[in-house]
């Protein structure tokens, strides 16, 4: 059964750091490009960032580019979201989330339950 | 950056009825269109792929279409299960992006 599992959310302020972790279970991990979506309360959802399987190439949402990294440890199955400078707008639920297929960079089917992050003083 | 615009927003129906909503691309996306259901407080459940192509466990009455920059999702008979936001979400270019929602309420 595929599972992913965020964890590392929490109260952090303004201009603060956060590194969030997705561990990954079910499935070849090194085999799919994996992502980050997030969601702000009562918001639509918003997609942040992604990795190629052997975390060669990401990509990055215009509003996180040059404050998160995204990264991944495939002998850990583990995907994490380096998070810094964070600001208010940056207050969501975080969901990782797999690629459709093995090595298709398509969002997917799989996603965590998400973890939430708010970023207040 | 690619933007997403579906319509309607919002939209009220009753269960038996058939509804479509449809999601506009800035820019061609070619067939690399998705479209989730999501309920409240729950994780987003990927509905279609490719446009067009019914994911795995998806009942048969949630069809998508288009292709390009103009895509469709319908329901073909509203059951009680389907009232939820839908999201149109592009992966033909990053940084992939969703449409704003569509909330489907019970008339």
């Known amino acids: 059964e595929v599972q992913l599992v965020e964890s590392g959310g929490g109260l952090v302020q303004p201009g603060g750091s956060l590194r969030l972790s997705c561990t990954a279970s079910g499935f070849t991990f090194s085999s799919y490009w994996m992502h980050w979506v997030r969601q702000a309360p009562g918001k639509g959802l918003v997609w942040v960032s992604r990795i190629n399987r052997d975390g060669s190439s990401t990509s990055y949402a215009d509003s996180v580019k040059g404050r998160f990294t995204i990264s991944r440890d495939n002998a850990k199955n583990t995907l994490y979201l380096q998070m810094n400078s964070l600001r208010a707008e940056d207050t969501a639920v975080y969901y990782c989330?797999?690629?459709?297929?093995?090595?298709?960079?398509?969002?997917?089917?799989?996603w965590g339950q998400g973890t939430l992050v708010t970023v207040s003083s | 950056d690619i933007q997403m615009t579906q319509s309607p927003s919002s939209l009220s129906a009753s269960v038996g009825d058939r509804v479509s909503i449809t999601c506009r691309a800035s820019q061609t996306i070619t067939s690399y269109l998705n479209w989730y259901q999501q309920k409240p407080g729950k994780v987003p459940n990927l509905l279609i792929y490719a446009a067009s192509s019914l994911q795995s466990g998806v009942p048969s009455r949630f069809s998508g279409s288009g292709s390009g920059t103009d895509f469709t999702l319908t329901i073909g008979s509203l059951q009680p299960e389907d009232f939820a936001t839908y999201y149109c979400?592009?992966?033909?270019?990053?940084?992939?992006?969703f449409g704003q929602g569509t909330k489907l309420e019970i008339k």
């Open positions: 989330a797999r690629g459709l297929y093995s090595g298709d960079s398509t969002l997917g089917d799989y």
């Open positions: 979400q592009q992966s033909y270019s990053p940084p992939y992006t």
